[in-house]
């Protein structure tokens, strides 16, 4: 939906109407957008911890997480997040192709990070954890699923606003678009961290 | 509400809507962009809050409809000992659609309608903050309500109470495709009802007129304020709640099965975080709107402004901290029960509050008993008595003894329809004329109202005495051997509840044909039937597309009264210095030129129906799925290359000095 609302309004700041708050209505949809999302993953990480124990099938958290595979996926997250700083910093800057350059790095980073959990979802469902093994299974895979969603959601918003800066059709304050995904995408790793050391690091 | 009044299309004033010309903008190179379309196009693509809201009550009004067919059946199951009317399979889809239908398709949409309608009005806005999302919401809605009321048709209906306790929804208990539909139709209405939470709170936050602080907003739209802001953090909850459901049903997941250690606890407290803002998402709506009525009809401003607002604000907070009232009855523990049932009883606090201080907007007024008033008294009566027995619940060893029983179906009820259905149908008359620009009819209003009194209370008070004595809701018969004597005796109160709800359903009847009489009454209704105090009557009946003419300028809490009435200096009483009438004419005489509105488009309806097609696919298969997901991703695509408003060079020529008036929604 975010791309959706960032778009809706584009004429806002172009035109330089003030908002009763401040805040362009973009801005504001955005963070009410992603304060609803808290309570949605606040409810798929309390059914986590309250299922992770829970192994009657399969394998038991603790003998398939590898700690130091997922830190590393979990450092190239975060490495996107300053590269979506920088992006919106170039977009600030009106350097466009600075701007491109540096959605373009965000984008693989976040892809990677995606590649990453498929790769892990492979080997942990060859090491016998099915999305219907155990209550385990089930929440781990509803809960990091859900995530990678968000990040893939994340980069073909990315990618799209790349095509759509470079055709020009960005009708808005280019700069304030940029700055909507880097919120969206700031959010998702935050989560990321998050679920990395509830989910990985705490042991059950 | 019927269809019948689709065809009110309002008039616009010709001048200014020769001057809202809007030539084609394609999108995707594939799909021309609907402007200038008439007839049913005009409704299916608009963007405009007002078609919206009309589009919302309609719908909603069926779904009533709907939703009362299927009390009916209820009660003639129960009217007798052994009912033979429906099977016990059917009765439990029965009262599972009934609360679904009415909850979720009538209640939310209607005070969605409502809120459409009016907040843009009464905060002097030309339309919400994002017109095509508000469009998206409604199809998304109607598209979720089509899906659950499918399920009747292809293999049963969900049978698992509204409220849908896994592990009884999941595939052993309920075999049927019901609840997947139930889940389907429920994920999209929420998805409806999440944008339009946004964008009501957008709205509201940013495009208020110049000089209407919170504090000068009418009580109206500070309710809706606060029901937007529950459903934006308890919709996500129930979205966890039944995506669970949805991947154990469908996926074979194991959430809530029993056998692998799923604790059932789980769905009841995800739904009940959800569950209980719910109930205060359904009743803020109506109080906002008696708010509104009666200081109207009472002929004074309401008793304590500011403490209605913030009772109806710490109504909305507290609501998120008493969700296991609800389970009281699973051996939650003593100390949570302490807690929950605390809490419970603190929210009969603001809730006095607010009872006390219409009390007191009422008191000393010329009080005009239309029928919009009468509807307002009656919630304000029939509320305080739901909200008494609601107490009740709230004392932790009494609800044990009360849970499950009819006691809960009657406190709810009042609470509800007492509450909550009085509250709107006191805004179908009050703005009735400012929609249609027609009155509804008084004196079937006065029908109207008292058939509903009186087959409301025959209804549900007797569920109080068949409560307090035992009987069990959801039960699909009951026997002559378990009645009470005299007084209790069940199978009078049974009988008398049933003969009620047929009272009641000719008093739904008599607003239908107060509806279809007044469509056909070409009289029209005056600018300001009811010497009103907010904005929305400063503006034609019904308005313009562009909504004021001139952005009104506040400078009071009622700012439409005050522009009406000054204080004499040397009486102290208001005197009327110009009527209704005469500020819209001096409104339209000053009008703006050149107003820009965000143009029609495709993208909502065609990406509601997207999402639809998608959501079946969880039932029908991956292609199905499929091909809905490239729905979505096309409507997404043309949506965002779509300006929302149509280009600049579209339009008429600027004005003279060259400066170009935008929409509200631009800012």
């Given at each position: 939906?975010?791309?959706?609302?960032?778009?809706?309004?584009?004429?806002?700041?172009?035109?330089?109407?003030?908002?009763?708050?401040?805040?362009?209505?973009?801005?504001?949809?955005?963070?009410?957008?992603?304060?609803?999302?808290?309570?949605?993953?606040?409810?798929?990480?309390?059914?986590?911890?309250?299922?992770?124990?829970?192994?009657?099938?399969?394998?038991?958290?603790?003998?398939?997480?590898?700690?130091?595979?997922?830190?590393?996926?979990?450092?190239?997250?975060?490495?996107?997040?300053?590269?979506?700083?920088?992006?919106?910093?170039?977009?600030?800057?009106?350097?466009?192709?600075?701007?491109?350059?540096?959605?373009?790095?965000?984008?693989?980073?976040?892809?990677?990070?995606?590649?990453?959990?498929?790769?892990?979802?492979?080997?942990?469902?060859?090491?016998?954890?099915?999305?219907?093994?155990?209550?385990?299974?089930?929440?781990?895979?509803?809960?990091?699923?859900?995530?990678?969603?968000?990040?893939?959601?994340?980069?073909?918003?990315?990618?799209?606003?790349?095509?759509?800066?470079?055709?020009?059709?960005?009708?808005?304050?280019?700069?304030?678009?940029?700055?909507?995904?880097?919120?969206?995408?700031?959010?998702?790793?935050?989560?990321?961290?998050?679920?990395?050391?509830?989910?990985?690091?705490?042991?059950? | 509400?019927?269809?019948?009044?689709?065809?009110?299309?309002?008039?616009?004033?010709?001048?200014?809507?020769?001057?809202?010309?809007?030539?084609?903008?394609?999108?995707?190179?594939?799909?021309?962009?609907?402007?200038?379309?008439?007839?049913?196009?005009?409704?299916?693509?608009?963007?405009?809050?007002?078609?919206?809201?009309?589009?919302?009550?309609?719908?909603?009004?069926?779904?009533?409809?709907?939703?009362?067919?299927?009390?009916?059946?209820?009660?003639?199951?129960?009217?007798?000992?052994?009912?033979?009317?429906?099977?016990?399979?059917?009765?439990?889809?029965?009262?599972?659609?009934?609360?679904?239908?009415?909850?979720?398709?009538?209640?939310?949409?209607?005070?969605?309608?409502?809120?459409?309608?009016?907040?843009?009005?009464?905060?002097?806005?030309?339309?919400?903050?994002?017109?095509?999302?508000?469009?998206?919401?409604?199809?998304?809605?109607?598209?979720?309500?089509?899906?659950?009321?499918?399920?009747?048709?292809?293999?049963?209906?969900?049978?698992?109470?509204?409220?849908?306790?896994?592990?009884?929804?999941?595939?052993?208990?309920?075999?049927?495709?019901?609840?997947?539909?139930?889940?389907?139709?429920?994920?999209?209405?929420?998805?409806?009802?999440?944008?339009?939470?946004?964008?009501?709170?957008?709205?509201?936050?940013?495009?208020?007129?110049?000089?209407?602080?919170?504090?000068?907003?009418?009580?109206?739209?500070?309710?809706?304020?606060?029901?937007?802001?529950?459903?934006?953090?308890?919709?996500?909850?129930?979205?966890?709640?039944?995506?669970?459901?949805?991947?154990?049903?469908?996926?074979?997941?194991?959430?809530?099965?029993?056998?692998?250690?799923?604790?059932?606890?789980?769905?009841?407290?995800?739904?009940?975080?959800?569950?209980?803002?719910?109930?205060?998402?359904?009743?803020?709506?109506?109080?906002?709107?008696?708010?509104?009525?009666?200081?109207?009809?009472?002929?004074?401003?309401?008793?304590?402004?500011?403490?209605?607002?913030?009772?109806?604000?710490?109504?909305?907070?507290?609501?998120?901290?008493?969700?296991?009232?609800?389970?009281?009855?699973?051996?939650?523990?003593?100390?949570?029960?302490?807690?929950?049932?605390?809490?419970?009883?603190?929210?009969?606090?603001?809730?006095?509050?607010?009872?006390?201080?219409?009390?007191?907007?009422?008191?000393?007024?010329?009080?005009?008993?239309?029928?919009?008033?009468?509807?307002?008294?009656?919630?304000?009566?029939?509320?305080?008595?739901?909200?008494?027995?609601?107490?009740?619940?709230?004392?932790?060893?009494?609800?044990?003894?009360?849970?499950?029983?009819?006691?809960?179906?009657?406190?709810?009820?009042?609470?509800?329809?007492?509450?909550?259905?009085?509250?709107?149908?006191?805004?179908?008359?009050?703005?009735?004329?400012?929609?249609?620009?027609?009155?509804?009819?008084?004196?079937?209003?006065?029908?109207?109202?008292?058939?509903?009194?009186?087959?409301?209370?025959?209804?549900?008070?007797?569920?109080?005495?068949?409560?307090?004595?035992?009987?069990?809701?959801?039960?699909?018969?009951?026997?002559?051997?378990?009645?009470?004597?005299?007084?209790?005796?069940?199978?009078?109160?049974?009988?008398?509840?049933?003969?009620?709800?047929?009272?009641?359903?000719?008093?739904?009847?008599?607003?239908i044909i107060n509806v279809i009489k007044t469509t056909r009454n070409p009289e029209r209704a005056p600018i300001d039937p009811w010497d009103a105090r907010t904005?929305?009557?400063?503006?034609?009946?019904?308005?313009?597309?562009?909504?004021?003419?001139?952005?009104?300028?506040?400078?009071?809490?009622?700012?439409?009264?005050?522009?009406?009435?000054?204080?004499?200096?040397?009486?102290?009483?208001?005197?009327?210095?110009?009527?209704?009438?005469?500020?819209?004419?001096?409104?339209?005489?000053?009008?703006?030129?050149?107003?820009?509105?965000?143009?029609?488009?495709?993208?909502?309806?065609?990406?509601?129906?997207?999402?639809?097609?998608?959501?079946?696919?969880?039932?029908?298969?991956?292609?199905?799925?499929?091909?809905?997901?490239?729905?979505?991703?096309?409507?997404?695509?043309?949506?965002?290359?779509?300006?929302?408003?149509?280009?600049?060079?579209?339009?008429?020529?600027?004005?003279?000095?060259?400066?170009?008036?935008?929409?509200?929604?631009?800012?």
């Amino acid at each position: 939906m975010a791309d959706i609302a960032t778009h809706d309004t584009g004429h806002a700041a172009d035109h330089g109407h003030h908002s009763s708050t401040g805040l362009s209505n973009n801005k504001l949809a955005m963070w009410l957008f992603l304060g609803s999302e808290c309570l949605l993953f606040g409810g798929l990480i309390s059914t986590y911890m309250l299922y992770r124990g829970r192994v009657q099938n399969g394998p038991h958290p603790s003998q398939i997480y590898d700690i130091p595979f997922t830190s590393v996926s979990s450092f190239v997250l975060l490495m996107s997040s300053l590269t979506m700083v920088l992006a919106v910093s170039s977009a600030h800057r009106k350097d466009d192709s600075k701007t491109n350059l540096w959605l373009t790095i965000t984008a693989l980073l976040g892809a990677t990070f995606v590649g990453g959990q498929v790769y892990e979802f492979t080997t942990f469902y060859r090491e016998g954890l099915g999305f219907t093994t155990s209550l385990f299974g089930s929440s781990f895979y509803s809960l990091t699923g859900f995530h990678g969603v968000h990040v893939s959601v994340g980069v073909i918003m990315l990618l799209s606003l790349m095509g759509i800066i470079k055709k020009n059709k960005i009708t808005g304050d280019k700069a304030e678009v940029v700055e909507l995904i880097g919120l969206y995408w700031h959010f998702v790793d935050v989560v990321w961290i998050i679920i990395f050391t509830l989910v990985y690091l705490i042991p059950s | 509400m019927s269809t019948n009044e689709l065809t009110l299309t309002p008039s616009e004033s010709p001048s200014l809507s020769n001057k809202l010309t809007i030539s084609p903008t394609q999108t995707l190179g594939a799909v021309r962009r609907p402007v200038n379309t008439t007839g049913w196009r005009e409704w299916l693509f608009t963007v405009d809050h007002k078609k919206l809201g009309i589009m919302y009550g309609a719908v909603a009004f069926v779904f009533f409809i709907v939703g009362g067919v299927e009390a009916l059946f209820i009660r003639l199951q129960l009217a007798l000992p052994d009912g033979r009317i429906l099977s016990a399979d059917k009765y439990n889809q029965m009262f599972t659609m009934h609360a679904t239908t009415m909850i979720f398709l009538f209640a939310m949409p209607m005070a969605a309608a409502f809120a459409n309608y009016f907040l843009p009005l009464q905060i002097g806005a030309r339309d919400v903050a994002f017109p095509r999302l508000n469009a998206l919401s409604f199809w998304l809605f109607l598209s979720g309500g089509l899906i659950l009321n499918a399920s009747w048709f292809l293999g049963g209906a969900a049978d698992g109470g509204w409220f849908m306790y896994a592990p009884n929804s999941g595939p052993v208990f309920s075999p049927s495709n019901g609840v997947d539909f139930w889940i389907l139709g429920l994920q999209i209405a929420g998805i409806a009802s999440l944008i339009g939470s946004i964008n009501l709170i957008v709205t509201v936050l940013n495009m208020r007129a110049p000089g209407m602080t919170l504090m000068k907003m009418p009580v109206f739209t500070w309710m809706i304020l606060v029901v937007q802001f529950l459903l934006v953090f308890s919709l996500p909850v129930i979205t966890v709640a039944l995506v669970l459901l949805m991947f154990q049903r469908s996926y074979g997941a194991t959430f809530f099965d029993v056998s692998q250690g799923a604790d059932p606890l789980l769905w009841q407290h995800l739904f009940w975080i959800f569950g209980h803002p719910e109930v205060y998402v359904l009743i803020l709506p109506a109080f906002g709107i008696i708010s509104e009525v009666l200081p109207t009809f009472s002929r004074k401003p309401l008793f304590g402004y500011p403490f209605v607002v913030f009772s109806g604000a710490s109504i909305g907070l507290v609501g998120f901290g008493v969700w296991a009232h609800h389970m009281f009855a699973s051996g939650l523990g003593p100390v949570s029960v302490a807690v929950f049932s605390m809490a419970t009883m603190a929210i009969a606090i603001p809730t006095g509050v607010k009872i006390f201080n219409w009390l007191l907007t009422m008191w000393g007024g010329k009080i005009w008993y239309s029928a919009a008033m009468k509807f307002a008294i009656g919630l304000v009566i029939l509320f305080t008595i739901g909200g008494l027995s609601g107490v009740t619940h709230a004392v932790a060893p009494s609800d044990t003894q009360q849970t499950d029983t009819y006691y809960i179906v009657a406190h709810f009820h009042y609470v509800l329809f007492g509450g909550m259905v009085f509250g709107l149908f006191s805004g179908f008359y009050y703005w009735w004329p400012k929609v249609f620009g027609k009155m509804l009819d008084e004196k079937l209003g006065t029908w109207n109202f008292w058939f509903m009194v009186i087959g409301m209370n025959l209804t549900f008070g007797p569920m109080h005495i068949l409560g307090l004595q035992g009987q069990p809701r959801r039960m699909y018969v009951w026997t002559e051997a378990r009645a009470g004597e005299g007084f209790f005796n069940l199978g009078m109160w049974n009988m008398v509840a049933s003969i009620g709800s047929f009272i009641l359903a000719v008093g739904v009847l008599f607003f239908i044909i107060n509806v279809i009489k007044t469509t056909r009454n070409p009289e029209r209704a005056p600018i300001d039937p009811w010497d009103a105090r907010t904005l929305e009557w400063i503006t034609a009946s019904p308005p313009k597309v562009h909504n004021f003419d001139r952005i009104p300028v506040v400078h009071h809490l009622d700012e439409f009264f005050h522009r009406k009435y000054e204080e004499d200096e040397a009486t102290h009483t208001m005197k009327q210095v110009a009527t209704g009438e005469e500020l819209v004419r001096a409104e339209e005489a000053a009008a703006d030129a050149d107003i820009h509105m965000p143009g029609p488009s495709y993208w909502p309806i065609l990406l509601a129906i997207g999402v639809g097609v998608l959501g079946m696919g969880v039932i029908y298969g991956t292609p199905i799925m499929v091909f809905g997901a490239l729905v979505v991703l096309f409507s997404s695509y043309g949506w965002v290359l779509e300006p929302s408003v149509p280009e600049s060079i579209d339009f008429d020529t600027p004005s003279t000095d060259g400066h170009t008036k935008e929409i509200a929604p631009l800012g």
